[in-house]
Antibody, heavy 119, light 111 residues
Framework: QVQLPESGPGLLKPSETLSLTCTVS????????WTWIRQPPGKGLEWIGY???????NYNPSLKSRITISADPSKNQLSLNLTSVTAADTAVYYC?????????????WGQGTLVSVSS | QSVLTQPPSASGTPGQRVIISCSGG????????VYWYQQLPGMAPKLLIY???HRPSGVPDRFSASKSGTSASLAISGLRSEDEADYYC????????????FGGGTKLTVL
């Protein structure tokens, strides 16, 4: 079964850049869609974006100006960068396999990593 | 404000049947598959139902789902204490909202 542990800073100050990584095992990240989703404390799920095969991406329009999703096949790792964070970006961030097609949802999810933004 | 609408809470006693609804629009549920996720306390969401009414391997047949028009529902029969969780519906959205939109989640309490 695919494992997707996320890692990140935990605590950020407003205006800083959030950088998260998700290391996939044992499957290769090639030939799959990989999705980032977040969940503010006590709230619902919000789709952030996806990347396919280390190349093409699609981002949530509301976050598009601040997001970069990338992939490093040599490390089998996915990354999410979110610039100019505010308290509204406080959430548990999940990476998940799939999500690039209507018939292929995010199926396997990482355990999530909590990111808090506070001065 | 979530694109898909779910009741915030539902409850039932052990053995009962509970139904959770999910309402959307033509650009999401009306034209694409519906998915359901179960989120146990402190855990990541787990895919419970895919493509409207299919269960992944390992999901008990007590869980079933259906879709009609721009609405969908998840039914849990023979309710058990371990079913106490948050349940989310999701769908691909063909409009600028998407592509993935979720319901706000329904907290199921087993009394």
């Amino acid at each position: 079964q695919v494992q997707l542990p996320e890692s990140g800073p935990g605590l950020l100050k407003p205006s800083e850049t959030l950088s998260l990584t998700c290391t996939v095992s044992p499957a290769s990240i090639n030939n799959y869609y990989w999705t980032w989703i977040r969940q503010p404390p006590g709230k619902g799920l919000e789709w952030i974006g996806y990347i396919y095969d280390s190349g093409s991406t699609n981002y949530n329009p509301s976050l598009k100006s601040r997001i970069t999703i990338s992939a490093d096949p040599s490390k089998n790792q996915l990354s999410l960068n979110l610039t100019s964070v505010t308290a509204a970006d406080t959430a548990v961030y999940y990476c998940a396999r799939g999500g690039g097609r209507a018939y292929s949802p995010p199926d396997f999810w990482g355990q999530g990593t909590l990111v808090s933004v506070s001065s | 404000q979530s694109v898909l609408t779910q009741p915030p809470s539902a409850s039932g006693t052990p053995g009962q049947r509970v139904i959770i609804s999910c309402s959307g629009g033509n650009s999401n549920i009306g034209s694409n598959y519906v998915y359901w996720y179960q989120q146990l306390p402190g855990m990541a969401p787990k895919l419970l139902i895919y493509r409207n009414n299919h269960r992944p391997s390992g999901v008990p047949d007590r869980f079933s789902a259906s879709k009609s028009g721009t609405s969908a529902s998840l039914a849990i029969s023979g309710l058990r204490s371990e079913d106490e969780a948050d349940y989310y519906c999701a769908a691909w959205d063909d409009s600028l909202s998407g592509p993935w939109v979720f319901g706000g989640g329904t907290k199921l309490t087993v009394l």
